[in-house]
């Protein structure tokens, strides 16, 4: 029973084109949320959703458009893929905000754009 | 300057050996978490900590607020404890940020 499973592990898609990592959680958590880690391996927020809502949107490319279509899920769309936008991308989700909760993270996602 | 500073940024020790990771911060926080990502990438939560000193098996965690520091240290260490050790604070709402991390390899 995987806590927090993200889809796909790998993908590889050339520039230009539109891609989604799709995030599901079973804790019954109210906080998703979506990290960059880059090539140095340094994790970054993306975005953070509490009950469907949006709470926390970095400074992050209008091309990343997160969705959240209930509480149990936050996907991640990708329009107009970047060479930059090769990273791992991690979902995690927590109780109330993550103060004073753990945190579960995905397997993470490779994306490659060549 | 990173708001979260880890060192060492590498670390070689023969098995047994024990082992110190250090994270100073320079906000205030609400919570710090120490993570541990394996070379296969998945990221595990080892502790959360707002204050003092916890332990999991091997693993101990230390915090002091009024310094803005942390410690995880690995007592006995093995092989298996290699991975990358990852600082994170919880500064602002739900908002988590990141030290660069720690590469920890523990050679038999």
């Known amino acids: 029973d995987t806590a927090v499973s993200q889809t796909p592990k790998y993908l590889v898609t050339q520039m230009g084109n539109d891609k989604s990592i799709k995030c599901e959680q079973n804790?019954?958590?109210?906080?998703m949320y979506w990290y960059k880690q880059d090539s140095k391996k340094f994790l970054k927020i993306m975005f953070s959703?509490?009950?469907?809502?949006?709470?926390i949107n970095e400074t992050v490319p209008n091309r990343f458009s997160p969705k959240s279509p209930d509480k149990a899920h936050l996907n991640l769309h990708i329009n107009s893929l970047e060479l930059g936008d090769s990273a791992v991308y991690f979902c995690?989700?927590?109780?109330?905000?993550?103060?004073?909760?753990?945190?579960?993270f995905g397997e993470g996602s490779w994306l490659t754009v060549v | 300057k990173n708001e979260v500073e880890q060192s060492p940024q590498n670390l070689t020790a023969q098995e047994g050996e024990f082992i110190t990771i250090n994270c100073s911060y320079s906000?205030?926080?609400?919570?710090l978490h120490w993570l541990q990502q394996h070379p296969g990438g998945g990221i595990v939560s080892l502790f959360m900590?707002?204050?003092g000193k916890k332990k999991h098996g091997r693993l101990i965690a230390t915090i002091n607020i009024q310094e803005k520091h942390s410690s995880l240290h690995i007592t006995a260490s093995h092989p298996r404890d290699s991975a990358v050790y990852i600082c994170?604070?919880?500064?602002?709402?739900?908002?988590?940020?990141f030290g660069e991390g720690t590469q920890l390899t523990v050679n038999p």
């Open positions: 994170a604070v919880l500064a602002s709402g739900s908002r988590l940020t």
């Open positions: 959703y509490n009950n469907k809502e949006l709470i």
């Open positions: 906000v205030g926080i609400s919570a």
């Open positions: 995690a989700s927590s109780q109330q905000g993550g103060s004073g909760n753990t945190i579960y």
């Open positions: 804790l019954g958590h109210d906080t």
């Open positions: 900590l707002s204050s």
